[in-house]
C-alpha cells in the first residue's frame, strides 16, 4: 500500500501502537476526499489529518473500499490486509476507530445529508488552465485549441443527448407574447414566503416563469443545433433539467411532470405525491404546502461531466444551480409570484418521488423551488 504525503514527499510510516489500544474496528474515513491526478496535481486530500496526498496507491483504494462498512482486525486479515497495512492506513488519515466518538462526528456530514456541502467546501483549488493563457496568444490560436479540445472529445465518445421522459400525457403551457422586462419595483416588493396560499397560479403564469427563466437553455442549444462542435462549448446549463411537481394550477392536473424548454410544454409522468411526499424530499420542511407549484432543479451529470472534465468542476455546477434558482425566482417576482427555495434535497427520495431512476440516465435532484401566492 503506497500514500504520498505532499507535505513531505516521503512514503508515510506505519505506526507502533500498543496492542491494548488498537481500534477493534476500522471505517474508511467519511472526511476523506480524492480528486483524479492530472498534470501533476495533488490528487487526494485526507481531512482527518488535514494532510494533502499527492497518490494514493492501488492497494490502499482496495482497503478503503473494503472498509467502507465499519470492519473488525480479524475480518481485514482474512480478506488478505496484513496489519502493517490496516496501521498506514490508520496513521495516514485514510481509515478511523469506527467507533471513536470523534467518528461518529465525522459521519453527521453523511447522516444529515450535508456531504453536497462538503464536496463544494473541499473542491480542488488548484488546478492549471488546460488552454493557455499567455496575453501573447492570438483568438485565432485559442480557438483552434478548443476546437481540437472538442474533437479530441468526441473521438472519445458522443456528446449526450438530454434524457425525456415517456409521457403519459403533454400539457402545453403558453408561451408569452413578449421577452420579460425585469422592473426595480417588482425586484424590491419581492416576496420569500414559507406558507402559501391555496390559489391556484394560471397555466398562463407558470408558463412564462418557466419560459422566462430557461431562456439561455433554449439559446444555448439552439446554438448547438447549427452543427458546429466549437458551439458545445457554450456551457448555459448543459445538465439542466427541470421537475415541476403541480401544487395548484389551473388546467393542469396535479402530479409530477418534466419540463420541455423548448416547447413550453409539461410532461407527465403519472406520478401524483402529496404534499407529505414532496416534504419528504426536502428533509420533512411542511411549508411547501398550497397552491402552484414545486420546482426541482435535476442535474444530468454524464452531459455535464462530457464537457467539465476536473474535480473543481462540481464547484461550478453549485455556481450554475444558484444562478439557474435566481432566474425562476425573478421571473416569478415580476409576475407577482412569491418563492422561497433550499438546496436541502434527499437525492434518493427525490429520486424516487420524481422517477429519475426510470429515464437511463444518471440523474440527481439537487435544488428545490416553491413558487405561488403568498398567504
Request: with cysteine; glycine share 8%.
Amino acid at each position: 500500500m503506497t500514500t504520498t504525503a505532499d507535505t513531505t514527499g516521503a512514503a508515510a510510516r506505519p505506526i507502533s501502537t500498543p496492542e491494548g489500544a488498537r481500534p477493534a474496528r476500522l471505517v474508511t474515513s467519511p472526511l476523506f476526499f480524492a480528486h483524479e491526478q492530472r498534470g501533476g496535481q495533488q490528487c487526494a486530500l485526507g481531512l482527518a489529518r488535514r494532510e494533502r496526498l499527492r497518490s494514493v496507491g492501488a492497494r490502499a483504494w482496495e482497503l478503503l473500499h473494503f472498509h467502507l462498512e465499519p470492519r473488525t482486525t480479524a475480518e481485514s486479515q482474512a480478506a488478505g490486509f496484513n496489519p502493517t497495512e490496516c496501521e498506514q492506513a490508520l496513521s495516514s488519515g485514510l481509515v478511523v476507530d469506527a467507533d471513536a466518538d470523534a467518528t461518529r462526528d465525522m459521519f453527521r456530514w453523511e447522516s444529515n445529508r450535508w456531504s453536497r456541502a462538503a464536496y463544494l467546501l473541499y473542491s480542488q483549488q488548484d488546478l492549471r488552465y488546460v488552454e493557455p493563457v499567455s496575453r501573447t496568444a492570438k483568438l485565432s490560436e485559442l480557438s483552434a485549441f478548443r476546437r481540437g479540445q472538442i474533437a479530441d472529445f468526441q473521438t472519445e465518445t458522443g456528446y449526450p443527448e438530454r434524457f425525456r421522459v415517456d409521457p403519459v400525457a403533454e400539457f402545453p403551457l403558453p408561451v408569452p407574447d413578449q421577452p420579460i422586462t425585469y422592473s426595480l419595483d417588482s425586484m424590491l416588493g419581492r416576496r420569500s414566503v414559507r406558507s402559501f396560499a391555496g390559489t391556484p397560479v394560471t397555466a398562463r403564469t407558470l408558463g412564462a416563469v418557466l419560459h422566462h427563466a430557461t431562456a439561455n437553455v433554449r439559446l444555448a442549444e439552439e446554438s448547438k443545433a447549427t452543427g458546429d462542435p466549437y458551439y458545445l462549448l457554450n456551457s448555459f446549463y448543459t445538465w439542466l433539467h427541470v421537475y415541476v411537481a403541480v401544487q395548484g394550477v389551473e388546467g393542469v392536473p396535479r402530479g409530477v411532470y418534466q419540463y420541455d424548454f423548448a416547447r413550453n410544454t409539461l410532461l407527465a409522468t403519472g406520478r401524483e405525491p402529496s404534499d407529505e411526499a414532496l416534504a419528504s424530499a426536502i428533509q420533512g420542511q411542511n411549508w411547501i404546502g398550497g397552491g402552484g407549484a414545486s420546482i426541482f432543479v435535476v442535474v444530468q451529470w454524464d452531459r455535464y461531466q462530457w464537457l467539465y472534465r476536473h474535480s473543481r468542476a462540481y464547484l461550478n455546477l453549485l455556481i450554475q444551480i444558484g444562478e439557474f434558482g435566481q432566474e425562476v425566482l425573478q421571473a416569478g417576482y415580476q409576475l407577482g409570484l412569491a418563492g422561497w427555495l433550499t438546496p436541502a434535497v434527499a437525492e434518493s427520495r427525490a429520486a424516487a418521488l420524481l422517477g429519475l431512476d426510470e429515464v437511463g440516465s444518471d440523474a440527481d435532484a439537487m435544488y428545490y423551488l416553491k413558487l405561488g401566492y403568498p398567504k
